[in-house]
């Protein structure tokens, strides 16, 4: 949690209200939120004075693509930018016994980048370069985006700040600490910052994800269904709350094997995951305990849910009463009745 649909509506939310805003300068509370620069204040410096051309979803990742500045027509502004990463590594694996300082410096304390003037641009100057620099977001279990006025009190789980003018700001609130922020400098492929996005299987609202692609993912595969739709190589952007109501609309019991899926489970489960997925966006995604769209407001997709958390009351479709099992320390709702 979140999981698709709420990433989804608060990407909706951010192309309602941050497109062509210049971002003016940031603070971070909590630098491990960094994922990438390794220094705060190079993340900051890296994405002030840009606008925010749009906002995109991939999984459960939000990419929002960056207008171009002057400096990044120069060849040199980023060749060592990408030089770690490349290697595939994460923010957490690089770091060494001497970063332990600047990790220790760098939480206790609050990094701060005021507004600046926008530099014009030469007319004559080449054309920019073909790949935009990108701020990257990942929610994890309890991150928040929201868009609020600057004065505002601050939350006490508030992590990242980024200031749009004087009156408004995007923050990142994070109860448990798990999200994360990137920066992608312009020039670089965004999948070898964020790493994270070569390893996903296709969106559920691709052209990519068809009965076929499914079923040859499940194929032969020894291990219960509703764990194989958790898996992010397999289908981006499921997890727990939709992977139960797609199995349940697909009538198929989740510790079902996926080899012993039968080809007509596979279509009905397939349709199922899309509508699942579409209806929870047209209610603007689930609200339990943490997510908020940005501007603050609950999901409202709990009040129509089929299975999930409802362990004891009765089904929606048949009045038996709604299970609960653990699966790969999951826990799995269902009805006995209308799941084979």
Same mark, same amino acid.
């Given at each position: 949690? +979140?999981?698709?649909?709420?990433?989804?509506?608060?990407?909706? *939310?951010?192309?309602?209200?941050?497109?062509?805003?210049?971002?003016?300068?940031?603070?971070?509370?909590?630098?491990? =939120?960094?994922?990438?620069?390794?220094?705060?204040?190079?993340?900051?410096?890296?994405?002030?004075?840009?606008?925010?051309?749009?906002?995109?979803?991939?999984?459960?990742?939000? $990419?929002? /693509?960056?207008?171009?500045?002057?400096?990044? !027509?120069?060849?040199?502004?980023?060749?060592?930018?990408? #030089?770690?990463?490349?290697?595939?590594?994460?923010?957490?694996?690089?770091?060494?016994?001497?970063?332990?300082?600047?990790?220790?410096?760098?939480?206790? &304390?609050?990094?701060?980048? *005021?507004?600046?003037? /926008?530099?014009?641009?030469?007319?004559?100057? +080449?054309?920019? +370069?073909?790949?935009?620099?990108?701020?990257?977001?990942?929610?994890?279990?309890? &991150?928040?985006?929201?868009?609020?006025?600057?004065? /505002?009190?601050?939350? !006490?789980?508030?992590?990242?700040?980024?200031?749009? *003018?004087?009156?408004?700001?995007?923050?990142?609130?994070?109860?448990?600490?798990?999200?994360?922020?990137?920066?992608? +400098?312009?020039?670089?492929?965004?999948?070898?910052?964020?790493?994270?996005?070569?390893?996903?299987?296709?969106?559920?609202?691709?052209?990519?994800? =068809?009965?076929?692609?499914?079923?040859?993912?499940?194929?032969?595969?020894?291990?219960?269904?509703?764990?194989?739709?958790?898996?992010?190589?397999?289908? #981006?952007?499921?997890?727990?709350?939709?992977?139960?109501?797609?199995?349940?609309? &697909?009538?198929? %019991?989740? /510790? =079902?094997?996926?080899?012993?899926?039968?080809?007509?489970?596979? !279509?009905?489960?397939?349709?199922?995951?899309?509508?699942?997925? %579409?209806?929870? $966006?047209?209610?603007?995604?689930?609200?339990?305990?943490?997510?908020?769209?940005?501007?603050?407001?609950?999901?409202?997709?709990?009040?129509?849910?089929?299975?999930?958390?409802? =362990? &004891?009351?009765?089904?929606?479709?048949?009045?038996?009463?709604?299970?609960?099992? !653990?699966? *790969?320390?999951?826990?799995?709702?269902?009805?006995?009745?209308?799941?084979?």
């Amino acid at each position: 949690m +979140p999981e698709l649909p709420e990433v989804e509506t608060v990407k909706r *939310g951010l192309n309602q209200l941050t497109l062509q805003r210049k971002i003016t300068g940031g603070d971070v509370l909590l630098n491990r =939120t960094i994922a990438y620069p390794f220094s705060a204040e190079d993340f900051l410096n890296g994405l002030k004075k840009r606008e925010i051309i749009s906002w995109h979803r991939r999984g459960k990742y939000l $990419i929002a /693509e960056l207008s171009f500045l002057e400096e990044d !027509k120069e060849s040199h502004c980023v060749a060592e930018v990408p #030089a770690v990463r490349a290697r595939g590594a994460t923010r957490r694996e690089t770091r060494g016994k001497g970063d332990k300082e600047t990790r220790r410096q760098g939480d206790q &304390g609050t990094r701060r980048q *005021g507004d600046e003037v /926008e530099n014009n641009s030469s007319p004559s100057s +080449p054309s920019p +370069p073909s790949t935009p620099s990108s701020l990257g977001v990942h929610l994890r279990m309890t &991150g928040q985006l929201l868009w609020l006025p600057q004065d /505002e009190p601050l939350h !006490k789980h508030t992590r990242v700040r980024l200031f749009f *003018g004087e009156e408004w700001e995007l923050r990142f609130v994070d109860q448990r600490t798990f999200g994360q922020m990137w920066w992608v +400098p312009p020039k670089v492929e965004t999948q070898s910052i964020i790493t994270g996005l070569a390893k996903l299987g296709a969106d559920p609202f691709s052209a990519e994800f =068809t009965v076929e692609y499914l079923a040859e993912k499940l194929k032969n595969r020894r291990r219960a269904i509703k764990t194989a739709l958790l898996d992010q190589s397999v289908v #981006a952007g499921i997890g727990n709350i939709y992977a139960d109501e797609a199995l349940f609309m &697909g009538r198929i %019991k989740p /510790e =079902t094997l996926c080899l012993n899926l039968r080809r007509e489970q596979i !279509k009905s489960l397939h349709s199922s995951i899309i509508k699942v997925l %579409k209806t929870s $966006i047209e209610a603007g995604g689930t609200t339990f305990s943490n997510f908020l769209n940005v501007q603050g407001v609950n999901g409202n997709y709990a009040h129509v849910a089929w299975v999930y958390n409802r =362990t &004891g009351k009765p089904c929606r479709n048949c009045t038996h009463l709604i299970e609960r099992i !653990k699966l *790969g320390g999951r826990s799995s709702h269902f009805c006995p009745q209308c799941q084979e």
